[in-house]
């Protein structure tokens, strides 16, 4: 989707600020995750060493995604025209060639498998991730109600679906093995998942539905909020499963010392 | 409010300097916290984790801050004139949005409360200051003067006292379960609590008092003073809180060894 429509003041902000927003929000979670990973035992960091590099990654693209839209409009006699530099949707789309793929793994690290078991689920779901994500890219760029995105969308959604369904299938499993106390975490976290995941596929058929300038405003906003759900929030419940599996392990730990004394 | 106004060169110097200012306050409140944060036990970081995070994000806002200021004015014949190109207010909106409900948060942590008890309050804070923030907003980008600014203003003020209302009877509350030595610093972090906070509304209102090149400067300034005082200074004294308690732990610890051993 080209951006080759002149926006209002308003929808100009908007679209500005919500960057601008997520520019912030990650980075303090790039800030905070890196502080409190050091918070938890060895062993439990890995999740959240995954979940700092998304949020470095996703940070870098935002900066160049709203440095893209800024050089992309221009102020003339009160409304935001385009300048004819193009607006690199691409940026979105490395992004998430390399964050989703690192999600995907902060998350089958906090499910309770073998080492084994998660390597086989983590490739499974690296190609897959990987075949959505470009063959979801020739779809964003095609012209809105074109044959070609229609195609496009359809053959990323393929992996979408089988993505959604893996983990699904993975959470449920691995729920019977988690400690007691994790099991409602786990039930959140599928839901932020499910939920985030959801965004996208709104945010890039919407635009065909509504067109024109509120397309552009809809899509900028729906990907922003998707991104925000997915990384930093996803993560601090990653993070909340981790912390509770540490202390879990703790308290275990701590028992069969005392039972051991006695 | 617009900056459709033309500045002296001493009002446009002020609100510069003053917006500087707070970018080098913000980033050695940043390092400071960071560096002091790991000189507390463990349990005591998290409220010095929730200040770190607030000093970046509003160090960002900062920046962009002062670099739409002066986007929006140019120098001609010895007088700062509006360029065009709009200052954004939005900015310091999108960065309360993030900080406010972290410094409640923040707040929080340092009182004596059950999880369960934090949570709820900590629930309770976040709606409110979000709402007080969103509208807030809207009175502040229509005129000065306008009915739509007053409503708007009144509106945010509801939420506003709400908060006020509500940490004033928690901090009472939690007064007598802290610590004998940790009482007067209490009373301090909820003076300036009150002081800071007092500041927004001034900066919110008085430009309509005032009007023109005046209320922009007396706005400019009253937001940056009020941002120093509740992100920095707040966070140093519930830095002090935190390392007060520490050490009064230790103490009870090293007590009860002693009269173990004994």
Do not use: C
Not at 6 to 33: C, K, P
């Amino acid at each position: 989707m080209s951006l080759a429509t002149i926006l209002s003041l308003n929808q100009y902000n908007i679209v500005y600020n919500v960057l601008s927003f997520v520019i912030a929000t990650m980075l303090a979670g790039f800030i905070g995750f890196l502080l409190i990973r050091s918070s938890l035992p060895a062993k439990h960091r890995n999740a959240l060493t995954l979940g700092t590099l998304v949020m470095a990654i996703a940070d870098y693209h935002y900066f160049r995604i709203f440095n893209s839209f800024t050089a992309a409009y221009h102020i003339v006699g009160g409304k935001y025209v385009p300048t004819g530099i193009p607006f690199n949707e691409a940026y979105r789309y490395v992004d998430w060639l390399l964050t989703v793929p690192l999600l995907l793994a902060e998350l089958v690290t906090v499910l309770e498998l073998t080492p084994k078991e998660s390597k086989v689920l983590i490739s499974k779901l690296v190609v897959a991730s990987s075949l959505m994500i470009a063959l979801g890219y020739p779809g964003q760029i095609s012209p809105v109600h074109s044959t070609a995105r229609t195609l496009w969308a359809a053959a990323s959604s393929v992996f979408f679906v089988y993505i959604l369904y893996v983990l699904f299938v993975e959470i449920q499993k691995s729920l019977d093995k988690q400690p007691e106390g994790v099991r409602p975490l786990m039930f959140t976290l599928r839901a932020l998942l499910l939920l985030s995941w959801g965004f996208y596929p709104i945010a890039y058929i919407l635009p065909s539905f509504v067109g024109g300038a509120t397309g552009i405003v809809v899509s900028q906003v729906g990907y922003s909020i998707a991104d925000v759900v997915a990384k930093p929030l996803f993560t601090y419940f990653v993070y909340k499963v981790s912390k509770l599996k540490a202390e879990v392990e703790e308290k275990e730990e701590a028992d069969l010392r005392s039972s051991l004394a006695a």
